[in-house]
Nanobody
């Protein structure tokens, strides 16, 4: 089974920066697109950013566009989420997800096959 491990979360102040990493291991598909999602307490999970296999095409939710950047290093099987100017409303558990469909980016939950356990990001005002 594919394993995804997120790192980089923590407690920060509004306006700070964070970089989340997601590394994939196990019996992964040859081609894959990746996404970042977040879920705050009492709220549904939402797509934050997604990236195609090549990394040339990306998607961002309006709430994070201009502040967050998704990127990937396929040689390292790692996807990153660089977060700038974080806000208290960014507080959530951030999870990465893997899609075996190829191409991408994908914005729907059902496009993804495997999920990481998530990393907590807490932003204080």
């Amino acid at each position: 089974q594919v394993q995804l491990i997120e790192t980089g979360g923590g407690a920060v102040q509004a306006g700070d920066s964070l970089r989340l990493s997601c590394t994939t291991s196990g019996r992964a598909a040859r081609q894959y697109a990746m996404g970042w999602f977040r879920q705050a307490p009492g709220k549904v999970r939402e797509i934050i950013a997604a990236i195609s296999i090549s990394g040339d095409d990306t998607y961002y939710a309006e709430s994070v566009k201009g502040r967050f950047t998704i990127s990937r290093d396929n040689a390292k099987d790692t996807v990153y989420l660089q977060m700038y100017s974080v806000k208290p409303e960014d507080t959530a558990v951030y999870s990465c997800a893997y899609s075996s469909l190829g191409g991408g980016p994908f914005v729907l939950d059902r496009s993804y096959d495997y999920w990481g356990q998530g990393t907590q990001v807490t932003v204080s005002s």
